[in-house]
């Protein structure tokens, strides 16, 4: 869910005390939706209330530690690629002038449009043994190998390559605000441009690139495609596999709290870093005293930054199109439009429900402000940090619970002969997406409600204006543009999801995600290449969005 | 247009009195002004007579109705009561034009464009109709707001803090304008400031506000020349008070020689006689009561001093250790340390009791 849980940053909490004694309607609506995001949680807790003991021994024995091993490696390998690489571009971009650098500014953010697990199959059907690369260069060259494409350092790589501009993007802004004064207070203090660097600047921008960093690895964490596809084995495979190989939800539920409790660690120092995003932002913008590069260093960068573009971006996109177009004459059939329609209607009904549930959420933030409200919208919108795998173990049970209960009660009572109701229908999918993605719509609308100020209720009422017309004359239309920037984004990343998708669809509902799944399973590589490249071209869309947003801030 | 009266009204918030037995009359067609620190109440006020917030003791009367009683008030929406916001609140996705008219929705379309052009013409800003606001420059969008207030011929215009925004020259000049637009739209209109520059520029009567509470409504000149306690004296304009004895009821005596003049000085209610005579008092002198003149005996310290092109304004340190302050022409440039002969010039005595 890229770029746009990164709109969410501008909240600012409003002061106020609560009624306790009379919670009323919007208190109780914000309780509700925070409920929603909690159940899931406490669902895959108390799946170790009774535990299965063949399945936990097996789980603790062969998988538990393979598990925790091969998450280590990538949370560790994945944190630093990420750093070192978002850290550096954002220095690059937001505080030197090279040739380009004005290109490089959003053009950096575009690997945020290909989803981690296209990236992935892309590299492995271009590096793999049987690859046009290795291919070519036996042609050439004779027998050499390269390293094998499968393996641990493949996995961050490609993990690194799709995840680096969430710190980029962030430690950009933070630069872009205040690298320019620090570095000058720090060299006016008798410090080099260098130790400017190491001992003012970074420290300051040290919480926003926290920030950025916890949120790439609760992608991480998150991420099944990639895993699948490069059959490495983390939580969201091994819950995967719990579900379908081996039928047991109490296994994948306990396999989805370990995640959740790592998830936690992240979340925690994510909150924790935002807080500490407080430094004042003086000055407008560094423009004017970017460092002059000498001609070498500016033709490293320009090198640096496009290398960065070309191997994240240019060359998966180009790979997808090339397969693309050999395979659309056979695949551009009926079956994949109705892929594609069911990508767009669950993205659709998705983003309309997120777009809702976060306008209300806001709203209810307004009308009852205060700390206990804060706390409950963040709780809220917590979901985002949850795996998609974990959540759909977590909805899927209780709905499956409630089926039951309303299938033996039918049947008692009016006769009712079948064994689903609720789990074949959209509801465990789409709650899901709700949980998840709330936080993509709710960033952009609680700061548009955030620049609806007081007394901008206040002269619409002094002028004559009641509740509706408040509503209908002032709110909707100042809250018009940030309602399309929420939906638009949750659009996108329901798209691009893939486990909520995989393993609460009903059946035949197959989406292009679905299909991307299916086909890389199979090493079908050209064939996935068509649904994927529909996922990339609508994943440009935040991208744009969030870069147009930048420069109007940015003035 | 129409009369302002708020009758002893109080609030208070979590047990805080914010306003407290606050009364004033504001005639119809009067600016008034409300002025004090901030953290004085006077938003407060301004909010309860806009119908933000209720009033938990007195009322409000706009044009001899009731609006404000306690437990009890008319709806904000239908007081017609405009007001202009201290960040004047313009509707963002509204143009200039659109933002003045907001208020005219049940006028005929032409009703609303001739007044929309009317009010943008007294403005001085007639082509500007089309723009947004964030294209519009601060005095821009403040005229805009006070535009928009106007437009539906409200009873009564409020302004919180309405130039606080703007540099100080500007602040000038648009205080200047509003005040002959406000005039010639023969507006009811009641101002908060702290600046009492801004107060006196606009108003014709300014009541200071202090902890809550009234602490005189008054003509600017009354509250300048005739401060009704040591509050108004430090806040209004600038002065010393320097400790005296009353010698009648028309003499004070201080160390730079004897005040003659009506002494205003209030009687407790036991042994008024008494009280007057040989009463101690703290005098104000105004910077422009002690003139230098250098063939006086009385001599006093130059302890410090402010240029201020046309005149110096000296501290200085009477012979007691007292201070005070004099306005000298700014030729008489003397050094810091130096003594320089002074004579009062006080035409009438405001003392308080100590």
């Known amino acids: ?555 | 247009m129409a009369e302002l009266v708020l009758d002893s009204v109080s609030q208070s918030y979590a047990q805080r009195q914010i306003i407290a037995d606050l009364s004033f009359t504001l005639p119809q067609g009067a600016i008034g002004c409300l002025l004090g620190p901030s953290g004085c109440g006077k938003t407060t006020a301004l909010r309860c007579i806009s119908g933000f917030e209720p009033v938990q003791s007195g009322e409000i009367r706009i044009g001899g109705e009731a609006v404000s009683r306690p437990g009890w008030m008319l709806a904000a929406e239908r007081r017609r009561v405009g007001m202009v916001f201290q960040d004047y609140a313009l509707f963002p996705h509204l143009s200039v034009a659109d933002n003045v008219g907001f208020g005219l929705r049940h006028e005929s379309r032409t009703g609303r464009q001739s007044r929309v052009d009317e009010l943008l013409r007294l403005v001085g800003l007639a082509g500007h109709a089309d723009q947004f606001p964030h294209q519009l420059s601060g005095g821009q969008q403040q005229r805009v707001a006070l535009a928009r207030a106007l437009a539906p011929r409200p009873r009564l215009i409020l302004m919180d803090e309405p130039f606080s925004n703007l540099d100080v020259e500007l602040r000038e000049r648009l205080s200047v304008e509003v005040r002959d637009i406000l005039r010639r739209e023969a507006t009811t209109a009641l101002i908060v400031t702290h600046d009492q520059h801004e107060a006196f520029a606009l108003a014709d009567w300014v009541g200071v506000m202090h902890e809550g509470r009234i602490q005189q409504w008054d003509t600017p000149y009354n509250l300048y020349h005739e401060p009704a306690n040591r509050f108004v004296a430090d806040f209004v304009g600038q002065g010393a008070l320097v400790s005296g004895e009353v010698i009648n009821d028309h003499q004070v005596e201080i160390e730079l020689g004897v005040l003659n003049g009506h002494i205003p000085v209030e009687c407790d209610a036991s042994g008024c006689d008494e009280c007057v005579r040989s009463c101690h008092v703290d005098v104000l002198l105004r910077p422009d009561d002690i003139v230098h003149d250098d063939d006086s005996l009385l001599l006093a310290e130059v302890e410090n001093k402010a240029f201020r092109g046309a005149e110096f304004l000296y501290t200085l340190k009477l012979p007691s250790g007292q201070r005070a302050l004099s306005l000298v022409p700014s030729h008489h440039n003397h050094a810091i340390g130096e003594k320089i002969g002074i004579k009062l010039a006080v035409d009438h005595v405001v003392a308080f009791r100590r």
């Open chain 1, 1 to 555: 869910m890229p770029p746009s849980k990164l709109a969410k940053f501008s909240r600012t909490p409003s002061a106020g005390v609560i009624d306790w004694s009379r919670p009323g309607g919007w208190m109780l609506f914000a309780m509700a939706v925070a409920a929603l995001v909690l159940v899931p949680v406490a669902i895959t807790f108390s799946a170790f209330a009774h535990v299965e003991g063949d399945i936990l021994a097996h789980l603790t024995e062969f998988v538990l530690p393979e598990l925790l091993a091969n998450t280590g490696w990538l949370v560790l390998g994945v944190g630093i690629g990420v750093s070192v690489l978002g850290v550096s571009l954002a220095w690059l971009v937001a505080m030197c002038e090279f040739p380009g650098r004005r290109l490089f500014d959003w053009a950096l953010l575009l690997p945020l449009a290909l989803p981690a697990y296209v990236t992935a199959f892309v590299a492995i059907g271009l590096l793999d043994f049987t690859g046009p690369l290795q291919t070519a260069l036996r042609e050439a060259f004779g027998p050499i190998r390269l390293p094998e494409i499968r393996s641990r350092g493949g996995v961050i790589l490609v993990m690194t390559l799709a995840l680096y501009p969430y710190v980029y993007l962030i430690a950009r802004n933070a630069f872009a605000t205040q690298g320019a004064i620090a570095l000058e207070a720090a060299q006016s203090l008798g410090l080099s441009r260098r130790q400017g660097f190491f001992r003012v600047a970074l420290p300051m921008a040290r919480p926003w690139i926290a920030a950025g960093l916890m949120l790439a690895l609760m992608e991480t964490l998150a991420d099944f495609g990639t895993m699948a596809i490069f059959n490495y084995d983390t939580f969201t495979t091994a819950i995967y596999k719990a579900w379908y190989s081996l039928f047991s939800l109490p296994a994948a539920a306990q396999l989805a709290s370990i995640l959740i409790l790592f998830v936690l660690v992240a979340v925690i120092f994510e909150q924790r870093s935002r807080m500490q995003m407080r430094y004042g932002t003086v000055g407008r913008s560094a423009a004017s005293r970017r460092i002059k590069l000498s001609p070498v260093l500016a033709g490293l960068s320009l090198l640096y930054a496009g290398g960065v573009l070309v191997v994240a971006f240019i060359i998966p996109v180009s790979q997808l199109a090339l397969w693309a177009r050999d395979v659309v004459a056979n695949d551009l059939d009926s079956r994949y439009w109705a892929f594609a329609w069911h990508s767009l209607l669950l993205a659709g009904m998705g983003a309309l429900m997120v777009a809702a549930v976060a306008l209300l959420l806001a709203y209810a933030g307004r009308q009852r402000p205060g700390q206990a409200m804060v706390w409950i919208q963040r709780l809220a919108t917590i979901g985002y940090a949850f795996p998609g795998a974990v959540l759909a173990v977590g909805l899927f049970i209780p709905v499956a619970w409630l089926d039951n209960v309303l299938i033996d009660t039918g049947r008692d009572w009016f006769g009712f002969e079948g064994s689903e109701i609720l789990k074949g229908t959209l509801l465990v999918m789409l709650l899901a997406y709700l949980v998840r993605f709330l936080a993509v719509g709710f960033g952009p609308i609680d700061s548009g409600l955030h620049r609806i100020t007081r007394n901008i209720d206040e002269a619409a009422r002094n002028l004559g204006t009641g509740t509706a017309g408040l509503l209908t004359r002032v709110h909707l239309p100042m809250l018009r543009a940030s309602l399309l920037t929420a939906a638009a984004l949750t659009f996108v990343d329901i798209m691009k999801e893939m486990p909520i998708t995989l393993m609460t669809r009903p059946f035949g509902w197959d989406t292009l995600a679905v299909r991307v799944f299916e086909m890389t399973s199979e090493g079908e590589w050209e064939r996935a290449a068509l649904p994927s490249l529909a996922i990339v071209i609508a994943g440009i869309i935040p991208i744009i969005l969030l870069s147009w947003r930048g420069t109007q801030s940015h003035g």
